[in-house]
């Protein structure tokens, strides 16, 4: 998989997004939502006789209304879904959460940052679809980083370490060396 | 001209479809924008598609309401009802 802004030396290692039983809340309150239009249609067709009051067309123009409407909050909540993501690579951990139409924030944590991990796994279906919040204390600009809703949440826990022993051991100083430049300018800091 | 004889309802259909353009456009500039695997380019196919048919089923809607249900005579003596205007 690739994202933009990826490097070309870095690898994805995860994309995550927020467990699928938030999609499927987002299914069912919209199902709910659409029944009760046509349900309110329907019944006030039935039991106020719209058509004699000469208002069943226009009860019918509100219901397409309050469909175009739910139609979009409907998708509005997908993009939310599908735009909010994590992406753990061998390098970093980039963070990207949508909010609304108009504010996207993204942050990136390199794996020096990372100081500590813990894992929450908060009511009933968080304990029995094993899903749960990740939250990444740092020592960056960002204080904490946090992954909502993600699924297996000890897994990726421990994939983050993971990709951490594995970074501080291959750049022991922090220091990244991708091309022919950086790296001699880099063996020169380190000599020095 | 009358306050009555405006077109209200044309007015505020118009102006809510124009509103849901604008924000179906920004919504679909997002999913293109920055979605990046293949669901967000499914799920704006099928927004789009949805919503040209539930356009298209709000104007059929529209056209089929008889307008004249409305008891604009009888609401006419509650308007306007302010000196030199004429009723």
Redesign the interface.
């Given at each position: 998989?690739?994202?933009?802004s990826q490097k070309p030396y870095e690898k994805v290692e995860a994309?995550l997004r927020r467990h699928r039983i938030v999609l499927f809340f987002l299914f069912l309150y919209s199902g709910i939502l659409a029944i009760f239009g046509f349900g309110v249609y329907y019944l006030a067709e039935y039991y106020l006789n719209l058509s004699s009051?000469?208002?069943h067309?226009?009860a019918?123009?509100i219901?397409?209304?309050y469909?175009?409407?739910l139609?979009?909050s409907f998708?509005?909540g997908?993009?939310d879904y599908?735009?909010d993501t994590w992406i753990i690579t061998d390098h970093r951990v980039i963070d990207?959460h949508?909010i609304g139409?108009?504010k996207?924030d993204i942050s990136e944590l390199r794996y020096t940052k990372i100081q500590d991990i813990s894992v929450k796994m908060t009511g009933f279906w968080a304990t029995m679809l094993n899903y749960g919040d990740i939250v990444i204390q740092t020592a960056g600009a960002v204080q904490e980083f946090k992954f909502h809703q993600v699924p297996n949440p000890n897994k990726v826990k421990d994939s983050i370490l993971q990709m951490h022993d594995q970074f501080t051991r291959d750049h022991p100083d922090g220091v990244e060396v991708h091309d022919g430049v950086s790296m001699l300018i880099s063996q020169k800091i380190v000599n020095n | 001209m009358n306050t009555l004889d405006y077109n209200w309802p044309l007015t505020i259909?118009s102006l809510?479809l124009v509103a849901?353009v604008i924000?179906?456009v920004?919504?679909a500039y997002?999913?293109h924008r920055?979605?990046?695997?293949k669901?967000?380019k499914v799920?704006l196919i099928v927004?789009l598609i949805?919503?040209g048919i539930?356009?298209g089923?709000?104007v059929w809607?529209?056209q089929?309401?008889?307008w004249d249900?409305l008891p604009y005579e009888d609401l006419k003596q509650y308007f306007n009802t302010g000196p030199g205007l004429d009723l």
């Open positions: 998989m690739i994202f933009p994309i009051l000469g208002f067309e226009f019918r123009l219901l397409m209304a469909l175009l409407m139609w979009q998708f509005r997908l993009m599908y735009l990207i949508q139409l108009f996207r | 259909f809510i849901y924000t179906s920004f919504v997002h999913l920055f979605g990046f695997g669901a967000p799920i927004f949805g919503s539930l356009i089923a709000a809607s529209y089929q309401v008889p249900f």
